[in-house]
């Protein structure tokens, strides 16, 4: 049984497994959070070319995020030592930042979370490096739909499983692989919570979603099968039969008529090519 628990923005915060209900004041924080967010990734866009490394896209970000009044919180979480993740081809996610030099053809997901008045903007997206091939940007714009698909399905008295299987029966009409292994969370004032949100189910499943949910969805897509292996970093995620994957994610919250999306593009760069 799914335990919930309205909450406010000034009471401690624990994870004891309840699926926290949030007021405007949160929704508030979170806006800002995700602007934040999305800013960062807008500021990217045009530094994503050839030859730039995955190093100086992380140094971009923090000082973007710093600079504003932000945290990154990825920087020291768990002993993760950077400040954003940066995931190439057929990296799923969790991709570290070095000197590795982006190349034309790569597709490209950054993931970055900074921290504002204590509430976490959770976002990422993918950037195509120079000449990329047709199969890899059909990929990139489908699992875009898919992310579109799930947050159409984010309203009260739908469940989580129909957030799921919009995004699974889209990824399988063109053949591709949803990976099972890492999912969407729950989000607020803690960088991860309850509920774990996950991208292939069957709707009428999981947690019923209530007005004052705030959470993220973030599905990752492969061409090949959905299957992923961690390196012996502890972090990196790829694809086990080495296809291609492709990834995005928003952070949002559940009202009394749908949902909420705190990390929308100001710049209404929302899908490559962000012209």
């Known amino acids: 049984m799914t335990d919930y628990v309205t909450v406010s923005a000034d009471a401690p915060q624990g994870r004891d497994g309840a699926i926290k209900l949030w007021g405007r004041e949160a929704f508030e924080g979170m806006h800002k959070a995700g602007r934040l967010a999305a800013e960062t990734l807008d500021m990217l866009v045009p530094h994503m070319v050839p030859g730039v490394t995955t190093a100086e896209i992380n140094r971009l970000v923090h000082d973007f995020i710093v600079e504003r009044g932000g945290v990154p919180a990825t920087l020291g979480y768990r002993g993760y030592a950077h400040s954003t993740c940066v995931s190439i081809n057929h990296v799923v996610c969790h991709g570290i930042p070095s000197d590795k030099a982006l190349k034309s053809g790569d597709i490209v997901n950054v993931d970055v979370t900074p921290i504002v008045d204590g509430w976490h903007g959770d976002t990422s997206r993918m950037y195509l490096i120079g000449d990329v091939p047709l199969k890899a940007r059909k990929l990139v714009e489908v699992t875009y739909e898919c992310l579109m698909l799930g947050i159409e399905q984010a309203k009260p008295g739908n469940h989580m499983g129909d957030v799921a299987n919009a995004i699974q029966r889209h990824a399988e009409k063109h053949r591709y692989g949803v990976v099972r292994d890492f999912c969407g969370h729950g989000l607020g004032l803690l960088f ?22 705030i959470f993220t969805i973030e599905p990752m897509i ?12 502890g972090w990196t995620a790829v694809t086990r039969d080495r296809s291609l994957s492709a990834q995005f994610e928003h952070s949002i919250g559940i009202t009394e008529e749908g949902c909420e999306i705190f990390t929308l593009s100001p710049a209404g760069h929302t899908q490559p090519p962000y012209l």
């Not at 492969?222 to 970093?233: C, F, Q, T």
């Open 192 to 213: 991860h919570d309850a509920p774990e949100v996950v991208h292939a189910g069957r709707p009428g499943t999981g947690p019923e979603l209530k007005p004052g949910m």
């Open 222 to 233: 492969n061409i090949g099968r959905p299957d992923v292996k961690l390196l012996d970093d």
